[in-house]
């Protein structure tokens, strides 16, 4: 049942297009920041079961020749992130919703920034380094569409692409490094790669590098800073 706090906000972003236009934006984005608030909600009722085992692991076949799973591992970290994602995100589909008032494209922003959010979701709640890292892409994919929102600007479109290359090519390295990873260990469930002897690999270090390569370049930091300013011609509340 725990996957469903993934996929109630993709399939909120599927909805929107279609309802979003009987609504006005002012009641539309009090209806999604309510959603999120649920999401926070349920979430914290993990905490108990989180506090006494160490996590809520949910397993679901997928793939099964290749021991690939849909799978979710909420830790004490993945839950405080998984809160942050949604509590921080109900405050800013309040502040969008009067941000883009009157404006016909509101709906569009909103699913978007919805799938922005399963996405993000997703990589935090993982349980499988296959899933974390569609997960992860997705995210790269929805801000290169939030980056560019307004296809009209040059700045919009220069911006939007450069974000998408740079995540992007971090991303091919982080494939590569999850990969090393999963075989190293095992396993691509997330549960047993944490508990496999990683560091007496020898490709621990191939492995930490090109996971960091991906890190960097998603979170902009040097040298692979230089998108983020580009980035901010996406509208304020997905900036």
């Known amino acids: 049942m725990e996957f469903a706090l993934i996929l109630i906000p993709f399939a909120l972003a599927a909805a ?3 309802i979003g236009g009987r609504m006005h934006a002012t009641r539309l984005n009090w209806l999604l920041a309510a959603v999120l608030l649920a999401l926070f909600g349920w979430l914290l009722t993990l ?3 989180i506090a006494t085992q160490g996590a809520v692991i949910v397993e679901q076949a997928w793939v099964a020749s290749f021991g690939l799973t849909f799978a979710l591992y909420i830790d004490g970290l993945a839950l405080l992130f998984a809160l942050l994602i949604t509590g921080i995100g109900a405050a800013i589909f309040l ?3 009067y ?3 009157d404006d016909p494209r509101a709906p569009r922003f909103f ?4 799938a922005f959010a399963g996405s993000m979701l997703g990589v935090v709640l993982s349980g499988n380094l296959i899933l974390l890292f569609v997960c992860w892409e997705l995210t790269s994919l929805f801000s290169f569409l939030l980056i560019g929102f ?3 600007k040059p700045e919009a479109r220069s911006g939007a692409a450069q974000a998408l290359v740079i995540t992007g090519g971090g991303g091919l390295a982080l494939f590569v490094g999850l990969i090393l990873m999963g075989t190293a260990s095992g396993s691509f469930d997330l549960a047993q790669v ?3 002897p990683l560091r007496d690999h020898p490709h621990y270090a191939a492995i930490t590098l090109l996971v960091l390569a991906g890190c960097f370049t998603k979170s902009a930091q040097v040298p692979f800073h230089f998108w983020l300013p580009g980035g901010m011609t996406a509208p304020t509340p997905a900036s």
């Open 47 to 49: 905490f108990p079961t």
């Open 95 to 97: 502040y969008a919703g």
């Open 150 to 152: 307004d296809g009209t």
């Open 194 to 196: 944490l508990n496999a």
């Open 16 to 18: 929107l297009p279609i």
């Open 111 to 114: 699913a978007l920034l919805m």
């Open 99 to 101: 941000y883009l008032d």
